[in-house]
Structures are given as C-alpha cells and as structure tokens.
C-alpha cells in the first residue's frame, strides 16, 4: 500500500512528531511496507471463526472480597517512626 509523503507529515503532525524533510521518503517507504505486510491478515478466512477480545483465556488471579475486621490501630502505629493522637506523623510536602 504506497503512502504519501502529506499523509506521513499530516500523521507525524497528529503524533506531534517533528521529522526531518530528508526522513519522509524513508519513512513513506517503510511504513507503506508494514501497511502491505498488515494487509496480508485480510487475506485469511476467519469465517466461523468467533470474535475475541484476547488471544488467550484470561483468568481472574484476585481472591474474593470478604468483609474482615480492620487493623488495630495500636498495631498499625507500632513500628511508626513517629506518631501523634493515633496517626502517623509525616513531613509536609508542598
């Protein structure tokens, strides 16, 4: 599929890509050649073949939410550089 150079510039533009005008030709070339490989794929039979929005099963590896008791808030200041009135004490950022 042969690109021209404007559409090169005009989707360097929409990347906010500044390429070089000596770049253009090459690069008209080489993406023109990815989009020739990229049309091989219309080639193919996919009849019967379903819609799939992974290449692979995907599996939830998360547990389940359970509603638990929280922490202690004596255990959660304990190893605390510093606290004050049960909360933790940090430098301010601003």
């Given at each position: 599929?042969?690109?021209?150079?404007t559409?090169?510039?005009?989707?360097a533009h929409?990347?906010r890509?500044?390429?070089?005008?000596?770049?253009?030709?090459?690069?008209a070339?080489?993406?023109?050649t990815?989009?020739?490989?990229?049309?091989?794929l219309?080639?193919?039979?996919?009849t019967?073949?379903?819609?799939?929005?992974h290449?692979?099963?995907?599996?939830n590896?998360?547990?389940?939410?359970?509603?638990q008791?929280?922490l202690d808030?004596?255990?959660?200041?304990?190893?605390?550089?510093?606290k004050?009135?049960?909360?933790?004490?940090?430098?301010?950022?601003?």
């Amino acid at each position: 599929m042969k690109i021209s150079q404007t559409e090169v510039l005009h989707v360097a533009h929409l990347a906010r890509l500044d390429i070089a005008e000596a770049d253009v030709d090459r690069l008209a070339g080489q993406i023109g050649t990815i989009l020739d490989y990229v049309d091989t794929l219309n080639q193919v039979d996919t009849t019967g073949v379903p819609a799939t929005s992974h290449a692979i099963t995907l599996t939830n590896a998360f547990r389940e939410d359970e509603a638990q008791d929280h922490l202690d808030p004596q255990a959660a200041l304990a190893n605390a550089p510093e606290k004050e009135g049960g909360a933790f004490v940090v430098p301010k950022i601003l």
